[in-house]
Nanobody, 121 residues
Framework: QVQLVESGGGSVQAGGSLGLSCAAS????????MGWFRRAPEKEREFVAA????????IYSDSVRGRFTISRDNAKNTVYLQMHSLKPEDTAVYYC??????????????WGQGTQVTVSS
């Protein structure tokens, strides 16, 4: 059973950068596509980015493409999300997920507890 723990969230001013990490235990993430999702206050959870098992494919939501970069290090069993040019609308709890490489949350079977990102204007 893969367990995921996110870290790296915090508060930043608009235009700033943050890097999130997702460390896995109890299983090897090389078996899984990995994704990042987020949920803003009073909004539905939304897809942010995903990376394929062998790191030969990435997908991004339109709202973050060009600003965020997802990466993975299977040797370290860790997935990353580097965020630049942050906007107040990026404020949300960010979740890491393991499953099938997809933009659909229903394709992911393991989820972390989330880390808060707050962007002030």
């Amino acid at each position: 059973q893969v367990q995921l723990v996110e870290s790296g969230g915090g508060s930043v001013q608009a235009g700033g950068s943050l890097g999130l990490s997702c460390a896995a235990s109890g299983g090897n993430i090389s078996r899984h596509g990995m994704g990042w999702f987020r949920r803003a206050p009073e909004k539905e959870r939304e897809f942010v980015a995903a990376v394929s098992r062998s790191y030969d494919g990435t997908i991004y939501s339109d709202s973050v493409r060009g600003r965020f970069t997802i990466s993975r290090d299977n040797a370290k069993n860790t997935v990353y999300l580097q965020m630049h040019s942050l906007k107040p609308e990026d404020t949300a709890v960010y979740y890491c997920a393991a499953g099938y490489y997809s933009f659909a949350s229903t394709d992911y079977t393991h989820w972390g507890q989330g880390t808060q990102v707050t962007v002030s204007s």
